[in-house]
Nanobody, 121 residues
Framework: QVQLEESGGGLVQAGGSLRLSCAAS??????MGWFRQALGKEREFVAF????????VYAASVKGRFTISRDNAKNSVYLQMNNLKPEDTAIYYC????????????????WGQGTQVTVSS
């Protein structure tokens, strides 16, 4: 049984930082990443990273502020979020896919339950 366990969300002031973690169990994946969904909006891509290596891919809105990384040994992915803005407020979802590149277009095998990130102005 595959499980994605997220942690690290919370409340932070604008300009602050948070680090999200996602630990996967049950199998290994071709790629893992993060999406987010703000209240009243559709879920949107944030970042993803291939398990085999290569450069991560970011949404334009977070590039330069967020950094995604992985730990293959722990089957985990992380999202370091710096210089947070109120518009980053959303539920952040971990995603894991057997394929290496489908996450970029929102196709994935598994979703986490989500963790709330709230950025106050």
């Amino acid at each position: 049984q595959v499980q994605l366990e997220e942690s690290g969300g919370g409340l932070v002031q604008a300009g602050g930082s948070l680090r999200l973690s996602c630990a996967a169990s049950g199998r290994t994946f071709g790629s893992m990443g993060w999406f987010r969904q703000a209240l009243g909006k559709e879920r949107e891509f944030v970042a993803f990273i291939k398990w085999s290596g290569g450069s991560p891919v970011y949404a334009a809105s977070v590039k330069g502020r967020f950094t995604i990384s992985r730990d293959n040994a722990k089957n985990s992915v992380y999202l370091q979020m710096n210089n947070l803005k109120p518009e980053d407020t959303a539920i952040y979802y971990c995603a894991a896919d057997r394929a290496p590149s489908r996450l970029r277009v929102g196709v994935t095998d598994y979703w986490g339950q989500g963790t709330q990130v709230t950025v106050s102005s």
